[in-house]
């Protein structure tokens, strides 16, 4: 069993990304914290909650995190994900409650109280909270088993702006802190998730399954492949997050390259930019991995099959 805390702000593709761990039984997940990003705050923290009910998860808590940047005024994206930040799912108010506790300190708690090195980290939001956790308690960045983050872009160019991707450009300062502290983080960039596109046959075989968690995950990937349509001119989105849990529980689906990783941080032209670098005098000893390929089919098999029985 993996022990895990993921730290996210759905979204759409967050979204996806949860039903994936909620239905996977390998995962002991100790918290879902949220984070402000793809939409604000409160509505990332309901979001959570919706996606834990339709998936039948109140045992794990969900708690609420920054509301705000580290520095950086908030860019929100909820042209990619709906005025909710669920696309088109029928949203509800929750029946279960929010956790006690904030984000960061959860974040802090955890590490400091479970066995070093047992705990992984998914974050597929800005990375606010686990920098603020890593500046409040520097001792969790020994204790950290790994991280696996979105985020990123290296020969795909930008998402948000030319050069940056959204969860980096949204809060650099905070990816710089966290990329640069020393912990072991595997980075799954545009690099990677472009690889992994929702075809029209892969979201009808998923829809098809017809559970609650595969058809709600069904919608919100088909209202982003109208998004894809619409604003970006492709036709299949990509499955940004749910790479993030598919490569926690199955890391023989992606190839990975040792890197020193750089967040622009000074430019407001390039600002989010990440700067990957492959040419190391000591490979082995490089802490961050860039994630260069990706097996899309094998992604959506671990999808189905998980989903199948939820
Ligand atoms: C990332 O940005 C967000 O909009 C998505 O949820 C994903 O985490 C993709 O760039
Ligand atoms: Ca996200």
Known sequence: MTKLIID?????????????????????????????????ADLTARNARVIRQIAGREDVPVHAGATRPMVRAPVEADHFHG?????????????APLAAGHSVDVIVETLMTQPA???????????????????????????????????GARTEGG????????????????AQVVLSSGCRCVVLGLDATHQVRATDERV???????????QAA?????????????????????????????????????????????????????????AVEFRLADPAAATVRWVTQANAD?????????????
């Open 8 to 40: 996210c702000d759905p979204g759409v593709d967050d979204a996806v990304a949860l039903f994936l761990a909620f239905a996977s039984p390998d995962l002991e997940i100790l918290a879902v914290t949220t984070v402000g990003g793809n939409v604000g």
């Open 83 to 95: 005025e909710s930040g669920l696309g088109d799912l029928a949203v509800f108010e929750p029946t």
């Open 117 to 151: 090195g047992v705990v992984t980290l998914a974050v597929t939001g800005p990375m606010t909270n686990l920098a603020l956790a890593m500046r409040r308690e520097p001792a969790i960045v020994d204790r950290i088993g790994h991280v696996v983050i979105m985020g």
């Open 159 to 174: 998402n948000i702006t030319a050069s940056a991707e959204y969860n980096i450009f949204a809060d650099p300062h905070a």
């Open 204 to 214: 009808a075989a998923l829809r098809a399954l017809g559970t609650p968690a595969a």
């Open 218 to 274: 069904a919608e919100v990937i088909a209202f982003s492949n109208g998004i894809e349509r619409d604003l970006v001119g492709g036709k299949s989105a990509p499955l940004h997050d749910p790479c993030v849990i598919a490569y926690i529980l199955a890391p023989q689906l992606f190839t990975t390259r040792p890197c020193r990783l750089e967040v622009e941080t000074g430019s407001a032209l390039t600002l989010g930019h990440t």
């Open 298 to 310: 094998g992604v959506f098999a671990l999808l189905n099959d998980a989903l199948a029985a939820k």
